[in-house]
Each structure stands twice: as structure tokens, then as C-alpha cells.
């Protein structure tokens, strides 16, 4: 938790760090961290641009004096709050950065163990066939009733969160280029999707600008920090409206649009922001 001086706002404090672990909801306690990290310096990012702007009022005065005119102190205290306005904005990308690179991390392992998990699948399969062919014995033999309890304990699927299918898209540029990289490929998740019970009902999009927005992807984020300096933007929409967009993908090789974003699922907490709670009337008058 960031400390709070004199004149700070306990609630806006809250609401910041509540905001972030709604955004990530971190797990493990590797990410519990850098997201605490992150919620820290944005306040200090937040504290930096308050006292810069302060430095600014007191320098022009009543009057509004133009920087020209300001005297040599004042012109050296906004100079100094610019420093370390600058500082802070900088900790705030690294801290976002290191995020986004531990998720990155993260869904290239789980990646690689869906890939596994494909192979043993097939297996499975393979190892179901042979016994298929083989003669069978006389009557049948039924499980203990403690294995087949254990076995439905198995099965069973946890209630709360709906079924989301999660993909990241990185974006970087590379000579000129927008070099754009899927974590799965749209073919593999949609492989997963089809094996997912009951199933998925929402594609949830995770971009990730490594260096700043190209104009071509603005509509991924409305955040000026993001469009100048790289960084997260997001996707929720229907399984329905991610199979159309990828059609039109094969032949772009480009992220398609949505056409709006989907409410955050209430099971992730409710979300009163404009997107979120025109999308929500939206859906309910269609459902209507």
C-alpha cells in the first residue's frame, strides 16, 4: 500500500487499487505482487501530476504570468516537479511492463501445455481404440462405487466464473511494420473452445503494444499513455462475433474489429464504467 500524505484521498486511494485487481485479478503470489507494484506507482504517477500542476499554479500566480516572467525559484520548482513527474511515469511502464511480460510468459506455458495435453488426448484416443478391437470378456465389470464417486467428484465443473476463451495478441513493430504474434493461435483456441463443458460464451482479447499503438489499431484503446507509449488494450465479445472477425482475419493477417465490447462478466465483479454499462443496456434490449 502507498502511503498517503496529508490532503490525499483514502476512498480515490482505494478505488485505484481496487480498480487494478479487478483489471488483473493476479494469481499466485508472484503476480499479487506486481500488481500491488503497479497500483503503487500509479499513485505516486497520480501524486507526481498533482504537485506538477501545483508547481505550475504557484509560478503564474493571480496574475498568469507566461513561463518568461516567472521568477527564477518558481521556474525551478516546476522544473523539478517535471523531473519527477518524468521519474514516476517511467517506474509506472516498467511496473506495467513487467506485468504484461509475466502474463505473456504465462500464456506461452499454458500454450505449450495445451499442446501436451493434445498429444496425451490423442493417446487416449488411440489407446481406446486398441481396446475397442480387442475380444470382450463375458458379464462386465462395474467400478467400486468409492472410484466411480471419486471419478463424478472429477468431473465435476466449479461454479462462478463463466467459461471464457482467453487469447493474447502482441503487436510490436519491427522495421516500419506492425508484426502481429496470436498466444494460441486462433486455430488452437478455437480447438480448446470446442472441448470446453458447458460451453464457452465469451472470447476475451488481451493486446499487447510493445512499442506505441499503430494508427491502424487505435480503436483498441482511448488511454493517451497507452496510444504513445505501448500497452494494454482488450476484446470482449461473443463466441459468435470472434468466429466471424477470424474469417476476415485469414485474409488480413490483421486483428479485426468487434464492433463494441461486452460487459465484464458480473462474476468478475460489477463494472460501472461507460463501456461496460451502455454494452450491459444493450444486451438487455436485445435479450428483450
Known amino acids: 500500500m502507498a502511503r498517503l500524505l ?24 508472484m503476480e499479487e505482487r506486481l ?25 503564474a500566480g493571480d496574475k498568469g504570468l507566461e513561463p518568461a516572467d516567472w521568477s527564477e525559484e518558481d521556474a525551478h520548482q516546476v522544473e523539478l516537479a517535471q523531473r519527477y513527474l518524468t521519474t514516476a511515469e517511467r517506474s509506472f511502464y516498467r511496473a506495467l511492463n513487467a506485468l504484461l511480460q509475466l ?44 472410484t466411480a464417486q471419486r471419478d463424478g467428484k472429477r468431473q465435476a465443473k466449479p461454479e462462478g466464473k463463466p467459461q471464457i476463451m482467453d487469447q493474447w495478441i502482441e503487436i510490436e513493430m519491427v522495421d516500419g511494420q506492425a508484426v502481429v504474434s496470436y498466444h494460441p493461435s486462433n486455430e ?19 493486446f499487447h503494444f510493445v512499442d506505441a499503438v499503430p494508427s491502424e489499431y487505435a480503436w483498441t484503446t482511448s488511454d493517451p499513455q497507452t496510444m504513445e507509449f505501448g500497452g494494454l488494450g482488450i476484446q470482449r465479445m461473443s463466441v459468435d462475433t ?21 460487459p465484464k462478466p ?3 465483479g460489477h463494472c460501472e464504467c461507460k463501456s461496460c454499462t451502455a454494452n450491459r443496456e444493450r444486451l438487455k434490449s436485445m435479450a428483450q
Open 6 to 29: 496529508p490532503g490525499e484521498d483514502p476512498e480515490e486511494h482505494e478505488s485505484m487499487r481496487t480498480g487494478w485487481l479487478k483489471e488483473w485479478e493476479p494469481e499466485g503470489y
Open 35 to 59: 500488481v500491488e507494484n503497479l497500483f503503487i506507482c500509479d499513485w505516486l504517477l497520480l501524486r507526481a501530476q498533482h504537485n506538477r500542476f501545483k508547481a505550475e499554479t504557484r509560478a
Open 103 to 146: 502474463r505473456k510468459d504465462i500464456m506461452r506455458r499454458d500454450t505449450g501445455i495445451f499442446k501436451v495435453q493434445q498429444e496425451n488426448e490423442k493417446l487416449r484416443a488411440q489407446v481406446q481404440q486398441f481396446e475397442n478391437n480387442q475380444p470382450k470378456a463375458q458379464g462386465r465389470i462395474e467400478k467400486p462405487a468409492a
Open 188 to 206: 488452437e483456441l478455437w480447438e480448446e473452445g470446442k472441448k470446453m463443458v458447458p460451453p464457452p460464451t465469451m472470447v476475451y482479447r488481451r
Open 242 to 262: 470472434w468466429l466471424r472477425i477470424i474469417e476476415e482475419e485469414k485474409a488480413t493477417g490483421k486483428p479485426g474489429k468487434c464492433g463494441g465490447n461486452l
Open 266 to 268: 458480473e462474476a468478475w
